[in-house]
């Protein structure tokens, strides 16, 4: 309800100089470490320390700013990253809707974007101000079609959507649909909530009543548990999917039994213990997740590993864009945009980036797996 | 929509709207007596809810710091006053026990793991913590700004709740929490099947309102309460500090508002910025109630709650929209019945 918390603008930036100034890289992080969307911005803004600080002969210096959640502070961030600070590129935001509202102002500075950001509209349709923009997270609609193609083999003729009223939500509305129609189930049913809603009756009693053989939904971070838990509440018996957004522990810990037999798509982190050895994202993960634990005691949350895959593309990319100009130069970040582009088979620690100027998302399945949940924990689905 | 459906729906609308009067009997009560509009109402109940969630799962209470740390200044800021007054270094007994209080639930909720004890230990802990922030609140925000008129009232009030927001952050941490219900067990009553925990939150705002009402109808300090927000100077003038009513109405104001939180904390999801809109609808109660009537704002909150479960199943993306609008009529109704309400000062 961004019209009622007006309070949020008044939320000041908090300014953190992650390395001492030198000449070299100079990235810009974004992310929304605290206000609504906190649970996705902290573990991107504690993954910053951990991404690379070389490449090609040059230091990286990462320069790291909260926006608060709220995408006119984005603007103002990237703002003073690009015009006073003279970054390269920047990582971020960490909201939807806060990147979609500064994909239009990096273009315009010929900023190259790395968006840890799940809608897919933040790079598709591809066109002159997107081709700046690259997202290190799966596409929703490979894992709409990765869901619904689970419910075609399970026999699931209907399905009822429930989703956020934001972006995020509106996004997942469509691209169920899209798929759903594409395989010929139907949308019986379409409800909305805020994350801060404290009953969620209505709605579940709404799906309910329409039966529904399926239910997905369509929430980011821990507001993805309430719905279920209400359905269970109101007696609804179908299989309920969760979206990519809810593969988090927090899901697991406050939907306890209720939240048994939820099948989701999520990235492979999650059920580390249970990929084979010879995915090659593994290694980079394990690291990653001890790094992390190490240095904050606590397991990161696969949001924190969009930014670390974000690093890795920009690592590989520096060395070529050095061949087309200095570090602070147009001519660098122009080569920096294409060398992201042309990244072939980079290993992330989610999956195999390959980009082309038409997908900068560069996800295939392989970054992808089917899991449920037994015993209080997320295993891969057999 | 059948008969049942239409039932379920009022017992959660009656859930929702038993908390969104309580909500609206404190900050009617605060403001009339201080003139503060009390935005951060809706704190005191994400702080105790997220309290209970943090002992539940075994994690150290940390919100007694804020305790502590308030009581700190709030001791100075009375040191200091003592000293300009009486020209001599005293220390006033009320805000050292305050201090001490703090410094009491730092420790216990840092040491003591209170996942193993019962749940009304955990209750009357999360209490001990949360309540203490009523007074402490109106120490160090409003007392030095008493009189100031009530707009410079309101700026402060909405300041200190982005603040307690932030602190919340900082405390309880971004994610969501939920606790335990208090049992398990369901209510068959006719078609309907209630669980146990909605009784449990209409049960408990219904004793909290009648002991509200016994203590305004029957209480010395309930008395005075009612003098000081009928006339203020009067009140004084017989006696009654207008530092002991602000401090008196803030307590249970915190008071209210920590029951409330523990109570809704087991059926939903509570965030360290869910207060906002929850007090928002208490407060679209206290208004229908035209901030004075607490009989008609608590029967305002009531159909808030059932406005809200209704049109969430007919429209669930436009609720708010349609709960806010709510509003309109009833003001445009007060405004032709009294049309000249003047300035409030």
């Known amino acids: 309800m961004p019209a009622m918390r007006p309070l949020a603008l008044s939320l000041a930036l908090a300014v953190a100089l992650v390395s001492p100034a030198l000449a070299g890289v100079k990235i810009g992080v974004v992310t929304s470490a605290s206000g609504p969307i906190a649970l996705v911005g902290i573990p991107q803004k504690n993954t910053v320390p951990l991404l690379p600080k070389t490449a090609g002969g040059e230091t990286i210096e990462y320069i790291s700013l909260d926006d608060a959640s709220d995408p006119t502070a984005t603007v103002t961030a990237f703002k003073k990253l690009v ?27 010929g900023v190259p974007m790395l968006a840890p950001v799940g809608s897919a509209s933040a790079v598709l349709p591809m066109d002159a101000k997107k081709k700046w923009v690259f997202k290190t997270t799966q596409n929703d609609g490979l894992v709409a079609d990765l869901l619904v193609s689970h419910m075609v083999k399970t026999g699931v003729k209907t399905v009822g959507f429930i989703g956020t009223s934001d972006a995020y939500g509106d996004t997942w509305a469509k691209v169920l649909k899209d798929a759903a129609k594409a395989k010929g189930i139907a949308v019986v049913a379409e409800e909305r909530f805020t994350r801060q809603d404290t009953s969620l009756m209505a709605q579940g009693l709404k799906i309910t009543s329409k039966s529904p053989d399926a239910v997905l939904i369509g929430a980011p971070g821990s507001s993805s548990v309430l719905p279920e838990t209400t359905l269970v509440d109101v007696g609804y018996h179908g299989k309920i999917y969760q979206t990519h957004g809810a593969a988090l522990q927090e899901f697991l810990k406050l939907g306890g039994r209720k939240v048994e037999g939820t099948i989701l798509a999520g990235s492979g982190m999650l059920v580390l213990d249970e990929i084979p050895d ?34 890795l593309l920009l690592e590989q990319a520096i060395p070529d864009a050095l061949k087309q100009g200095k570090p602070g130069t147009p001519e660098f970040r122009a080569g920096l945009r294409d060398a992201l582009e042309a990244t072939k088979e980079l290993v992330g620690a989610q999956g195999v980036y390959n980009m082309t100027p038409e997908d900068h998302s560069g996800f295939d399945v392989r970054g992808l797996e089917l899991l449920t949940v037994s015993g209080g924990q997320f295993h891969l689905l057999k | 929509m059948n008969g049942q459906i239409a039932l379920m729906l009022g017992q959660d609308g009656m859930t929702s709207g038993a908390i969104y009067a309580l909500l609206a ?51 100075a800021m009375d040191i200091v006053a003592e000293r300009q007054r009486h020209r001599r270094w005293t220390v006033p007994r009320t805000s050292l026990a305050l201090a001490a209080h703090g410094l009491f639930v730092v420790g216990l909720g840092l040491s003591v793991p209170f996942d193993h004890l019962g749940l009304l230990v955990q209750i009357g802990f999360a209490l001990l913590t949360v309540v203490p922030l009523g007074p402490l609140i109106y120490r160090v925000f409003f007392q030095p700004i008493a009189s100031a008129p009530s707009l410079v009232l309101l700026m402060v009030a909405i300041a200190v709740h982005v603040a307690l927001i932030g602190g919340g952050l900082l405390i309880f941490g971004p994610e969501g929490a939920r606790t335990e219900p208090f049992s398990d067990s369901v209510v068959q009553l006719g078609p309907a099947i209630i669980a146990s925990q909605t009784l449990w939150v209409i049960g408990v705002s219904a004793a909290l309102t009648v002991a509200l009402w016994l203590f305004f109808e029957t209480s010395l300090w309930g008395k005075a309460l009612r003098a000081a927000a009928f006339n203020r100077l009067g009140a004084e003038l017989v006696g009654i500090s207008p530092v002991f009513a602000g401090r008196t109405s803030m307590t249970l104001a915190a008071l209210i508002g920590a029951v409330s939180g523990i109570v809704v904390a087991p059926i939903t999801t509570i965030y360290y910025d869910s207060g906002f809109l929850i007090s928002l609808k208490g407060f679209v109660g206290a208004i229908i109630g035209a901030m004075s009537s607490y009989p008609v704002a608590a029967l305002g909150a009531l159909m808030v709650g059932q406005a809200e479960s209704f049109s969430t199943f007919w429209a669930s993306s436009y609720k708010e929209i349609i709960v806010f609008t709510l509003l309109l009529p009833v003001l445009l109704w007060r405004s032709l019945r009294q049309p000249s309400v003047g300035d409030d000062e």
């Not at chain 1, 993960?285 to 670390?308: E, H, M, R, S």
């Open chain 1, 278 to 311: 010879w995915n090659p994202a593994k290694k980079i993960a394990v690291d990653y997740i001890a790094a992390y634990q190490k240095l904050y005691g606590v397991k990161p949350a696969t949001f924190g590993a969009n930014v670390l895959d974000a690093g």
């Open chain 1, 83 to 109: 015009l006073e600070d003279k970054v390269d590129a920047i990582i971020g935001p960490s909201g939807s809707p806060n990147a979609l509202g500064v994909i239009g102002f990096a273009a315009e500075n």
């Open chain 2, 25 to 75: 009997l404190s900050i009617i009560l605060v403001f009339s007596v201080t003139r503060i509009l009390l935005v951060p109402q809706g704190e005191f109940v994400t702080f105790s809810a997220l309290t209970m969630a943090a002992m539940q799962s075994g994690r150290p209470v940390r919100l007694g710091v804020l305790v502590f740390g308030l009581a700190l200044v709030a001791l």
